[in-house]
Structure formats: structure tokens, C-alpha cells
């Protein structure tokens, strides 16, 4: 169960960063039904003055050892630098040897590598800073095309944004999606991207601009039990099915049945996470039809067996 969190800041802060894990994990909201968090900010010693590089200092009250018995450490975006105070590096080292989950955010992964804790591992951060991640620290397998990398103790997402994707994915699979749900809803952002999330690697899927397609996406997304096919999308969308096909893929890089089946694997997520339908069921709201269908898709979109992932995140929510 995740109950303390502690983020630990360097120099050269980054403040946007910094606030989405103080803004998810900081934040009392258990009038929303949301546990609340022992959330503490560390840095090398109390009272150190971070500095962030934007005219703003920040006064640190807690040193190293508020990393001492936190569920997770996180580890917000910071310059790059060739060196990290090296007690800041071993009270990570410590933090992980007793079990903690680390999280970092864009160029915290920096952080966590010259730690030694990302070797052997796939992980990510900022696109701009990937192939420099893996210069330095050549044991450390990068890969910048993803969101966020969930290795089970250890979260790497990329820049920006895609720290709070880390952070509520983080929560969701601790506390659960109706948790997750409730602290998107008072943030204002979606709990997961669009396309779901694989359970270890999530992909970013481009978003459509296309007025034309994104009215027949979002019909399609509220009638994925019908037996929907390239043709009757083109139809609906008023072009012929080969033209319907080119812009598609045009808009957002994948083919329209990519679409659905990923769209499809989302929705029987959602109804195995929310709901006790049969398999068979989930099958058949989600447009794949039969039970074997669905493992086969889900299978490969997540990385586990539909039952297998109800009782893991099912549970959690419960």
C-alpha cells in the first residue's frame, strides 16, 4: 500500500515537474475519497536552499533522512550534471535496498542512473535527453518513443506531462482506478491517455485534428460492441474507404482496426477494473466477440490474461 511519499530535490530544480508530484502526491483530498499521503520534500540536509534557476529559491526543511521508511521516493526533473552529491546518491541506493519504489520525472532519471540503480533496466525520459542518457551510462537500456517505464520498484517517465501519467498510473495500480479517477478529476486531466496504458510500457497515440475523423472516432468509441469495419466508419465519415484508410493513418500514424483494437483492450481494462462481468461478457460490450478473441488481444496489448489482470487491479481497487 502506498501511504509516504518523499520527493527528493537537487539543484537546478525543475519547478513544473517538482509540482506535479507535489500536486498528486502533496495535495489532502480524502473529502474525495482519496488516502492520504504522509508526503514530505527532502534534500541533502534541512534548510538547504535548492535553487531552480527561474529566480526562485526553494528552502528545503528535511534532509536525507525523510527518505528513511517512504513507500516512494520520487525524484523530480533536474540539470544535468556530470556529478550528484554523492550522500544524495547513497540514500537512494538505501531507499531501494530496503524496498521503496523510485519514481522519476524526465531528467530525474539522470539521478536514479548515476545511482546505479537503472542498470540492466528499459527506461525513458525527455525525448531531447534520451541519447545522452545513453552515453553516460551505457548499462542503461533507453528507450524514448514511450510515456513512462513501469519496472515494478523503479518508474521512469519522460518529460513534462508524461510525469503525470507516471505518477497516476503509479497510483492506479496501488490504490486502485477509482482513487487514480478521483485525483485526475481535481487535477482536470484525463487518468490515462488515450489508448490505454500497457501494463509495463505505455506508447503515446497522436491525437486526430481531422474534424471529419474525430466525430466518427468518437461515435466509434461509444459503439465498440457493434461490428464496426473500415468500410462503415468511411461511410460514416462521408469518404470513400481507401481515402477514409489514407487519412487515418495520416492523422494518427496507425491503421483504423489498430485503432479499434486498441480502443477495444482500453474499454475491457475499464470493465474488468469497474465491473464483475464474465469474461465472455467483457467480450462481447468490448466488439471482440468471443472470449478467446479477447485473450488473444488483451494478451498482447497488456501483457496479461484478462483474468489475470481483474484479479491484480481488481483487487487493489476493492
Do not use: K
Amino acid at each position: 500500500m502506498l501511504r509516504s511519499v518523499t520527493a527528493l530535490v537537487v539543484d537546478g530544480l525543475a519547478m513544473f515537474e517538482f509540482g506535479v508530484v507535489c500536486e498528486v502526491f502533496g495535495i489532502d483530498r480524502t473529502e474525495d475519497g482519496v488516502p492520504a499521503f504522509d508526503f514530505r520534500v527532502a534534500a541533502a540536509r534541512p534548510g538547504a536552499r535548492i535553487r531552480t534557476g527561474i529566480g526562485l529559491d526553494l528552502v528545503v526543511q528535511d534532509g536525507l533522512e525523510a527518505l528513511e521508511g517512504a513507500d516512494l521516493v520520487a525524484v523530480p526533473a533536474t540539470t544535468i550534471r556530470d556529478e550528484y552529491p554523492p550522500e544524495v546518491l547513497a540514500a537512494l541506493r538505501a531507499a531501494h535496498e530496503r524496498g521503496a519504489t523510485l519514481l522519476s520525472v524526465c531528467s530525474g532519471a539522470f539521478v536514479l542512473a548515476a545511482a546505479g540503480i537503472l542498470d540492466g533496466r528499459t527506461v525513458t525520459t525527455h525525448w531531447r535527453h534520451a541519447a545522452e542518457l545513453a552515453r553516460r551510462f551505457p548499462r542503461v537500456t533507453v528507450d524514448a518513443d514511450v510515456l513512462f517505464v513501469d519496472d515494478g520498484d523503479v518508474i521512469t517517465s519522460a518529460g513534462t506531462a508524461a510525469g503525470i501519467d507516471a505518477c497516476l498510473h503509479l497510483v492506479r495500480r496501488e490504490l486502485g482506478s477509482g482513487v487514480a479517477n478521483a485525483v485526475a478529476r481535481r487535477m482536470v486531466v484525463p487518468p490515462q491517455r488515450d489508448g490505454g496504458q500497457r501494463q509495463f510500457i505505455e506508447h503515446p497515440v497522436p491525437a486526430c485534428t481531422d474534424d471529419s475523423l474525430r466525430h466518427v472516432l468518437a461515435w466509434a468509441t461509444e459503439h465498440l460492441a457493434q461490428p464496426l469495419t473500415v468500410d462503415s466508419l468511411a461511410a460514416r465519415a462521408l469518404l470513400s474507404p481507401r481515402t477514409f484508410a489514407r487519412r487515418f493513418v495520416d492523422e494518427t500514424g496507425t491503421t483504423p482496426m489498430r485503432w479499434l483494437t486498441a480502443q477495444r483492450v482500453l474499454h475491457a481494462r475499464r470493465l474488468l477494473e469497474e465491473t464483475d462481468l464474465p469474461v465472455d461478457d467483457v467480450a462481447q460490450e468490448c466488439g471482440f466477440g468471443t472470449a478467446a478473441l479477447l485473450r488473444h488481444h488483451f494478451g498482447r496489448a497488456v501483457g496479461l490474461p484478462p483474468s489475470d489482470y481483474r484479479s491484480a487491479f481488481r483487487a487493489r481497487a476493492a
